[in-house]
């Protein structure tokens, strides 16, 4: 993110005790806050409200609530034929949290086409295995024999996954992982899967963009549904 483009953010200044602003105050490109802490409880505090931080190195956390939203409803999972033949070979396996430090790992150093370092820094790392410690973060693996070659972690809050990053170290692991969480999500009757900002391989796969306003209606909904 370059330092040009976030001085000119308007974004509300967190104290170190956080509470956050109503995420409909957030900006046109999605900044609500600035500032702040990776704290477990604060991590929550975001989710829990459908707020997530992204930010660059050398700069303050950033946290955003962006409109639209791109979500996963678990039923619309767009699941191609060669994905399913691949699903179906045997050299291939998955895992739920059996490596979340190696997943984030990957997610954070894997090299990606129109990114010039990542978004996922050490900081970051720590507060997430910290979450996943409390068992809140939660990663899903591909395997190939016993090498890890995909996955994918986020946030499980209430019925709702906020999904963080992915990675793939082979054609279609990621898009793999995300059929196992699907999959899972199906089984436990989660609601949705956050994608937060919209791509054309998440589209691909059916992730679709809904409003701000109809999104936090579903958050709400979930919580009450998981209470």
């Given at each position: 993110m370059r330092k040009d483009h976030i001085e000119k953010r308007s974004g509300h200044a967190l104290a170190m005790s956080i509470e956050f602003p109503p995420p409909m105050q957030a900006d046109d490109d999605g900044l609500l806050a600035i500032g702040?802490?990776?704290?477990?409880?604060?991590?929550?505090?975001?989710?829990?409200?459908?707020?997530?931080?992204?930010?660059?190195?050398?700069?303050?956390?950033?946290?955003?609530?962006?409109?639209?939203?791109?979500?996963?409803?678990?039923?619309?999972?767009?699941?191609?034929?060669?994905?399913q033949r691949r699903l179906r070979q045997d050299r291939y396996h998955?895992?739920?949290?059996?490596?979340?430090?190696?997943?984030?790992?990957?997610?954070?150093?894997?090299?990606?086409?129109?990114?010039?370092g990542s978004w996922i820094l050490?900081?970051?790392?720590?507060?997430?295995?910290?979450?996943?410690?409390a068992g809140f973060a939660h990663s899903l693996e591909i395997w190939e024999d016993d090498q890890l070659i995909g996955g994918l972690y986020g946030v499980l809050h209430?019925?709702?996954?906020?999904?963080e990053s992915m990675f793939s170290r082979r054609t279609d692991a990621s898009k793999m992982a995300l059929a196992h969480l699907v999959a899972r999500a199906?089984?436990?009757?989660?609601?949705?899967?956050?994608?937060?900002?919209?791509?054309?391989?998440l589209a691909s796969l059916g992730a679709r963009e809904i409003s701000r306003a109809e999104f936090l209606t579903l958050l709400e909904y979930a919580a009450g549904k998981s209470a």
């Amino acid at each position: 993110m370059r330092k040009d483009h976030i001085e000119k953010r308007s974004g509300h200044a967190l104290a170190m005790s956080i509470e956050f602003p109503p995420p409909m105050q957030a900006d046109d490109d999605g900044l609500l806050a600035i500032g702040g802490n990776l704290e477990p409880e604060t991590l929550l505090e975001a989710y829990s409200h459908g707020i997530f931080p992204w930010y660059s190195e050398q700069y303050p956390i950033m946290w955003w609530s962006p409109d639209p939203r791109t979500v996963l409803f678990p039923r619309e999972f767009h699941c191609s034929r060669r994905l399913q033949r691949r699903l179906r070979q045997d050299r291939y396996h998955h895992s739920w949290d059996q490596a979340f430090a190696g997943v984030i790992h990957s997610c954070a150093s894997i090299s990606r086409r129109d990114e010039d370092g990542s978004w996922i820094l050490p900081e970051m790392m720590v507060a997430y295995r910290r979450l996943h410690e409390a068992g809140f973060a939660h990663s899903l693996e591909i395997w190939e024999d016993d090498q890890l070659i995909g996955g994918l972690y986020g946030v499980l809050h209430g019925n709702v996954f906020f999904a963080e990053s992915m990675f793939s170290r082979r054609t279609d692991a990621s898009k793999m992982a995300l059929a196992h969480l699907v999959a899972r999500a199906l089984a436990q009757g989660w609601e949705l899967i956050d994608c937060q900002f919209h791509t054309q391989h998440l589209a691909s796969l059916g992730a679709r963009e809904i409003s701000r306003a109809e999104f936090l209606t579903l958050l709400e909904y979930a919580a009450g549904k998981s209470a």
